[in-house]
């Protein structure tokens, strides 16, 4: 990673959060799951086999239902912990960093992982470098406006009792963020669509209890040190809107993102000029 990256997240604190959830994670399995399962059905609209995958951050869900196609996966996580999960083969690493050959996979695939890397685009880049040409890349991650409910709350309450705000939920990008990091990375047919996963908390402490049995919870590099006050914690849940019946509503906002590495072989748009029929033409229809 260039020094020049700026350091947003704290990577050490992301492992050690994940490395704390790894016990836990299964409380979240099936937000995963379902996370996982929208991905990875875009491999069913793919002629093209895939012999080797590598999962970044799967959280031990991921990697075996790559292996249920038929596809031998390597499993890769920031946190020792989590990467033990997987009873595949598996590696502890910083995915800021691959430490693999240039065209050592044939897919690679990152669900619900990415969002704490500092330097995504330098990310993308390696991801494109170590997939065999014409692979693919398939991720997903969590996009504007997830947490947004969360993220105010927070705020409201530590002005109204301390005047200020610290950074407190993970600063997330946006669709059109994610189709542009595609094509800076020199992705082929580089796509990002949006999609939604509704989930209800039947009280506010139950989606504090997710998010840290996910390994969700503050990395950022300036935020607030110790511990939050139980009056400002209450204070900001209080402010959470529910639903009629008293729940707490969250939609996890993620975006699909897929590309493939280069390769001749693969469909390019034509040059201008080198059309066969005019548009006119092609409007007016046959005579």
């Not at 040409?133 to 309450?157: I, K």
């Amino acid at each position: 990673m260039s020094p020049d990256v700026p350091q947003i997240f704290d990577r050490h604190a992301v492992r050690l959060h994940r490395d704390r959830a790894a016990r836990d994670v299964a409380a979240v399995r099936p937000v995963v799951e379902e996370a996982a399962t929208r991905l990875l059905d875009r491999l069913d609209d793919v002629t093209r086999p895939f012999a080797t995958a590598l999962d970044i951050g799967g959280r031990g869900v991921v990697s075996p239902m790559l292996r249920a196609r038929g596809i031998e996966t390597l499993a890769a996580d920031l946190s020792p912990r989590m990467a033990a999960l997987d009873a595949g083969p598996a590696v502890a690493m910083d995915g800021e960093w691959l430490p693999f050959a240039p065209h050592s996979f044939d897919l690679v695939v990152a669900c619900l992982s990415l969002h704490w890397v500092n330097d995504l685009p330098g990310l993308l880049a390696q991801v494109r470098t170590v997939l065999a040409p014409d692979g693919l890349f398939l991720a997903c991650m969590p996009v504007l406006p997830t947490l947004g409910g969360l993220r105010t709350a927070l705020m409201e309450a530590e002005m109204a009792q301390r005047g200020g705000v610290s950074p407190r939920v993970s600063p997330f990008p946006g669709l059109r963020d994610c189709a542009a990091l595609l094509q800076r990375a020199g992705f082929a047919l580089p796509v990002a669509d949006a999609d939604v996963i509704e989930l209800s908390y039947a009280t506010p402490m139950g989606l504090l209890a997710d998010l840290r049995h996910a390994g969700e919870t503050n990395a950022l590099c300036q935020r607030a040190r110790g511990l939050t006050s139980p009056a400002l914690l209450t204070e900001a849940l209080d402010r959470l809107p529910r639903d009629a019946d008293g729940a707490v509503a969250q939609s996890l906002h993620i975006a699909v993102m897929t590309g493939w590495a280069p390769a001749p072989t693969q469909p390019r748009p034509l040059r201008p000029g080198q059309f066969s029929v005019s548009l006119e033409e092609a409007l007016r229809g046959p005579p």
